[in-house]
C-alpha cells in the first residue's frame, strides 16, 4: 500500500530533512509521489506517476526550501487503479461554497458501494478520490439543509461519521484538509505514527528518524489539529482494520496486472 506525511504546526517551518526521508522509502512505494503545501491563498501541489527516487522534479523541489505549517506528501503502491498522473495523491476538490478539500490515503476500499457511483465523476480511478468526492457530496448536502457555510465543528462531526462508517472492512488511513482543520485517522495497528515537539506535529506511516520519542497514533478515532494542536477528537469507533491473507492476494493479483501492463509496453 502508501505512505503517507503531514506536517502540522502553528509557524512556517523547513521541512525538508522530513521530506528527504519519506521519500527515501520510494523503492518500496514506486508508482509515483505527490507533495501539497497548502496555504490560505495559494497552495502549491506537484504530483507525478513515477518513483520518487527517479523524480528529477521532485530532486529540483528539494534542491530548495519547502517551508510551511501545512504540507503532506505521499508515495504510492497501487491497489487500485492505474499509474498515472491523476490517480497520484494528494487529491484536491471544491465544495459548493468553494472550500478547497485535500485528501491523502494509505489504505484500500474492499467494499463500499455507496462510493460506486463516483466512478464515472473522478478524474482517474482510484477509491482513494472517490472517498473525496463522497465527503464532498455529504459536506454539500448539510450546508444546502443549512442554508449557510458549515462550522468547523460541523464539518469534523460530519467527518466523524463519514469515516467510521467507512472503516468498516477497509484500510483506512486518511490525512484531510479543509483549508482550516487537519483531519488524521487510522484503523491499522502499527502503520501510521506521531511525533509531537516545539516545531509542530509530523505525522508518517513509518517513524521519519531515530527519536524515542514518535508514538503510534491512537486507532479508531478521528482527529481534528490546527497550528500544531489537537483541536477535536472523536469517540472511538469499532472498526479497525486487520489484514489478511485474503487481502493479501488481492493486492498481489492487482500488482501482477500493473507487472503485466509494463512488460506489455
Known sequence: MCEIFCFNSDKPKQVNQCLECFYNHSDEHPHGWGLANMHPEDSIINKEPVKASCSQNLKNILSNPVVGKNVFAHIRLATVGEIISPNCHPFIEADDNNRSWMLIHNGTIFNYPELD?????????TDSERILLYIIDKINEFEHAKGA????????????????DLAYGNKLNLMIYDGDLTYIHSNMKDSLYYLNNDDGFL?????????ENWKPVELNKLFGLIDGNIIFESEEHDNEFIFTEKHEKYIEEFLKTINSDDNNE
Open 117 to 125: 457511483k463516483y466512478a464515472e465523476k473522478e478524474n482517474g480511478d
Open 149 to 164: 457555510p458549515s462550522t468547523i465543528k460541523e464539518r469534523f462531526t460530519i467527518l466523524t461519521d463519514i469515516v467510521a
Open 203 to 211: 505525522i508518517a506511516s513509518k517513524p521519519l528518524d531515530d527519536d
